[in-house]
């Protein structure tokens, strides 16, 4: 009886077959067993394991019709409402939001916040919080006329804007003289009038001359 041989040599601290060798050919396969080559192996290992689909340090997976299901999206992204061309647009659109809401206004290219705690609450501009962002009612580059100030004018019983002027003949209740006008007539008076002191009266006193009379009684 012939006895087989299997011929080995000691290579790199092992053991190789030299003869006979057993080759790929030579192996049957089926779909259970298969040769990979290294880089199907390496394939394989890199793929994630379905077991953490959707789950902390596992993968995000998809919904049925190809998007992330909204439970797995950062709450940053579901505040955020969107772009709007101007801030009334926004406001249309969202007359009412919650904490945190925000969405770009390309007007004012910045972003707008819903501030929950406004009185009332409404959308306001990032970039002007804590600013001025309106003026009697007007937004973005104001102007203000005297009508829209919409203060009363005074009056002899009421506050409110009184008007200035220079005459110095008027009887109107409803204007305030001006420092010239005051001079004005200042400088009349100095230039009209007369003071005597004495205790007689002068014979040719004029309007608005003074008579200081020496001959009052003394009550003291």
Known sequence: ????????????????????????????????????????????????????????????????????PLSLIPSLLEHNKGYYAAPEALREALPSANAGDFAVVGLTDTVWIWDADGEPAGWIDSATRGAVISVNGKTGAVTITWDDLEVPDAALDAKGIVQLSSATDSEDETTAATPKAVKA????????????????????????????????????
């Open 185 to 220: 007539v200042m400088d009349e008076v100095r230039g009209r009038a007369k003071i005597t002191v004495g205790d007689t009266a002068p014979e040719d006193a004029q309007e608005g001359d003074w008579w200081f009379d020496t001959s009052t009684p003394d009550v003291s």
């Open 1 to 68: 009886m012939a006895q087989n041989y299997t011929q080995r040599v000691f290579v790199n601290g092992k053991w190789e077959d030299r003869y006979p060798k057993t080759v790929a050919a030579q192996v049957e396969t089926d779909p259970q067993h298969r040769f990979l080559t290294d880089g199907q192996i390496a394939a394989f290992e890199a793929k994630e394991d379905a077991a953490n689909k959707n789950k902390a340090g596992g993968y995000a997976g998809l919904d049925e019709e190809g998007r992330l």
